[in-house]
């Protein structure tokens, strides 16, 4: 089935520690982004990707970083997870290129930080 | 600074009608979105406009006023399956999606 699939889909993780939200996408679309998502808040975005090997920052990137090396990937890294960095965190893409704009999101991932 | 409203929560009747409104401040407008959401899933899209006018798509429609900043989702038939959050963002002129916090409606028998 089509779609964008993230991991881990939830995990506990002590303060400090290193950490790589994976998202793959197989419908060739050019542009992904990743959210972070908290009670009372809209979606926030952290990073984006128009295409492959560009990416760019958005509302809340301190504390993250990504990469893009090919269409199909595009993982989130916590390089010292802090406990404000507690959220769900969706991966999404979209056609990009002038289409409508519509996002497909993933299934997303519940992250705690101690 | 930018800025998307909507009401926190709704309660409405199965089988009743509901309008949610979404009315929005941002740098510049390329267009306005509804997703929905159900708890513990991810958002999915229902309906995107960007002319002034009402969409219809099935029991939901979507209106859109620019002048007014101002836009809502209509919900006809309730049913049970609609108790979910309602997600209004609007694309602004870098092209950069813009949330609102989200309406939980909830759907009584």
């Known amino acids: 089935i089509a779609g964008i699939t993230q991991a881990p889909t939830s995990q506990i993780l002590a303060a400090g520690r290193r950490m790589t939200l994976r998202c793959t996408q197989d419908?060739?679309?050019?542009?992904m982004y990743w959210y972070r998502q908290d009670l009372g808040l809209g979606l926030r975005l952290i990073h984006y990707s128009n295409t492959a090997g560009t990416t760019g920052k958005g509302e809340v990137p301190d504390g993250y970083s990504v990469s893009r090396a090919n269409t199909d990937d595009f993982p989130l890294t916590l390089a010292s997870a802090v406990p404000s960095q507690t959220s769900v965190y969706f991966c999404?893409?979209?056609?990009?290129?002038?289409?409508?704009?519509?996002?497909?999101f993933g299934e997303g991932s519940r992250l705690t930080v101690l | 600074g930018q800025n998307i409203d909507q009401p926190t929560e709704m309660t409405a009747t199965e089988g009743a009608i509901v309008q949610i409104n979404c009315t929005y401040q941002?740098?510049?407008?390329?267009?306005l979105f509804w997703y929905q959401q159900h708890a513990g899933e991810a958002p999915t899209f229902l309906s995107y406009?960007?002319l002034d006018g009402l969409e219809e798509k099935g029991r939901f429609s979507s209106f859109l006023s620019r002048s007014k900043g101002y836009s809502y989702l209509l919900l006809k038939e309730l049913q049970m399956k609609d108790s979910a959050s309602y997600l209004c963002a609007v694309r602004d002129s870098n092209y950069q999606l813009i949330w609102g916090a989200g309406t939980k409606l909830i759907i009584k028998p």
């Open positions: 999404a893409s979209s056609q990009g290129g002038g289409d409508t704009g519509e996002l497909f």
């Open positions: 419908m060739r679309h050019n542009a």
């Open positions: 406009n960007v």
């Open positions: 941002t740098s510049g407008f390329n267009g």
